[in-house]
């Protein structure tokens, strides 16, 4: 397949996961973000049927806080990369408050950023087709600072601010309550993936969110899965708990990884949420989430993050700023 070539993705078959590129159309597994020479990273060994991503091998080390906000010259933007492992710019420009954008766009025009003066808009990767079939655009990533073997005494959290456009999308919508794979609706997938004690991908953890028009009004149907992909997701499929955002604005979209004893065995949880620009949540989903079929993972095998990645991103110009990771506080800090 010319994406998993390019991005010298590893595809395998899979029981149904998400990240990379497709395999198959029912069940397809996930490649991550792999770098180019520059940062050198080996390809990936299959981890479990999940889009997943390969073994690292000069990646940077992990800091303890990581955060980006986008406010630098943008050629001189710190861990970000285009889908492809070439530079950031290639798939993002750098906007800023009260003035005119250069592209012009129709997605969100005219906005502030979400903290300070500056933030990043992105471009659509090349339209590729998953293994279902369906289409398929792959947007940027960061390391979060540097990939880690080790989990946090009490875990660490990501967190990511992006621009919805409720309008924009009330037009680009399947009109209806679902968000069937083939419609008409706009995706985009981002995804906070964790490691195993050796380095390796372990398991990713993805807001998957659609253009939505319906009984609730225009805006985005949105859930959370350890998935990715039209033909692995539908946001507004039943038992998924979707949520339904028709404010326009900036939303924080949080992982916070932590860990705790259930049925005597003491395992990863990573919690999703959204919070709206006054703190308000909008959505919460903790997974994984076993009458999905999730599999559960002891945190003696847990290492720690990965990458954040847009698995897919089909939305031109979609607004981000003030990326972040930093370990949780403990219970007397």
């Known amino acids: 397949m010319k994406l998993a070539t390019r991005l010298r993705h590893t595809v395998l078959p899979l029981t149904c996961g998400v990240l990379g590129l497709v395999a198959a159309a029912c069940s397809q597994s996930v490649t991550g973000p792999t770098t180019s020479t520059a940062h050198a990273v080996a390809p990936a060994t299959p981890a479990r049927a999940m889009f997943h991503v390969e073994a690292m091998t000069n990646d940077p080390p992990r800091v303890s806080t990581y955060t980006q906000d986008f406010e630098r010259n943008f050629n001189q933007i710190m861990d970000w990369y285009a889908f492809d492992g070439s530079a950031f710019t290639n798939q993002a420009y750098q906007s800023r408050s009260g003035h005119p954008d250069p592209s012009n766009p129709d997605y ?35 390391h979060w600072g ?59 953890f993805v807001f998957n969110a659609a253009t939505y028009k319906g009984t609730y009004g225009s805006g985005f149907v949105i859930s959370a899965s350890e998935n990715a992909f039209r033909a692995n997701v539908d ?53 994984p989430n076993q009458a999905q079929g999730d599999t559960t993972d002891p945190i003696s095998t847990v290492g720690g993050n990965r990458y954040g990645w847009f698995a897919n991103q089909e939305i031109p110009n979609l607004p981000i700023d003030y990326a972040r990771r930093v370990d949780n506080p403990g219970p007397n800090d």
């Open 146 to 204: 540097g990939y880690s073997a080790k989990f946090p005494k009490n875990g660490y959290q990501t967190q990511l601010d992006i621009y919805l456009d409720c309008t924009w999308a009330g037009s680009h919508a399947q009109v209806g309550e679902t968000t069937p794979k083939n419609s008409t609706s706009k995706f985009f997938d981002w995804d906070s993936a964790i490691n195993d004690t050796s380095g390796n991908f372990k398991r990713d």
């Open 235 to 287: 946001p507004s499929s039943t038992g998924r708990n979707a949520v339904h955002i028709l404010t326009s604005g900036w939303y924080t979209f949080k992982h916070r990884f932590f860990h705790q004893v259930v049925g005597g065995t003491d395992i990863l949880e990573c919690s999703l949420t959204i919070t709206d620009a006054n703190g308000i949540v909008m959505g919460q989903w903790t997974l």
């Open 108 to 142: 969100a025009p005219g906005i502030d950023a979400a903290h300070a003066s500056h933030f990043a808009r992105l471009l659509l990767g090349p339209t590729e087709t998953d293994g279902g079939g369906y289409n398929l655009n792959e947007g940027p990533y960061t």
